[in-house]
């Protein structure tokens, strides 16, 4: 158990993939035994958190504090590893942005805001990778449900809105 993992309340909770980004699954590989036990929370105390857990001690440590949100952490969402050699964290606001969080070296846990996804004009409420982890959906106080892409170029595009106010 994680005492006060948030000063405010915790929101959200999001697993690690079970295998450090970059690894493989090849059991011949000294990478094979890796497993990776972290998750993401983010809370009412506008942070994100990366937790990982102590084999040594036996506990939940706070590895990384990720501040960048200027109000409430409504959801987090760890992307799937899919070969990529970065990992990657999804987080929304109460204020209406996106944020794509990166980290090229979770042993030295140097997380980075890669960029504001989006800033919608609502709060945002839930964000969820793809299976592949390519595609990121969005859904918010608007009534919508986004699904955005990123560019060979960086950029975050709309591939898809679906209002739920329409029947088709």
């Not at 993939?17 to 105390?45: C, E, M, N, Q, W």
């Not at 899919?82 to 929304?92: H, L, N, P, V």
Request: aromatic share 10%; hydrophobic share 35%.
């Amino acid at each position: 158990m994680i005492q006060n993992a948030h000063t405010t309340g915790v929101n959200a909770v999001s697993w690690a993939p079970s295998h450090p980004s970059g690894t493989t699954l090849d059991p011949s590989t000294k990478d094979y035994d890796v497993i990776s036990k972290r998750f993401a929370s983010g809370g009412g105390d506008n942070l994100v958190k990366v937790w990982k857990f102590s084999d040594e001690k036996n506990v939940w440590e706070m590895e990384a504090e990720l501040k960048g949100h200027n109000n409430w952490v409504r959801d987090v969402a760890w992307a799937p590893d899919t070969g990529f050699t970065t990992s990657t964290i999804a987080s929304c606001c109460q204020d209406g942005k996106v944020f794509i969080w990166q980290c090229k070296d979770l042993d030295k846990a140097n997380w980075d805001i890669k960029r504001t996804m989006h800033t919608f004009d609502d709060v945002v409420w839930h964000v969820s990778w793809s299976v592949m982890g390519d595609i990121l959906a969005v859904s918010g106080g608007d009534n919508k449900i986004t699904l955005w892409k990123e560019s060979h170029k960086g950029a975050w595009i709309c591939i898809s809105k679906q209002d739920t106010n329409k029947t088709n």
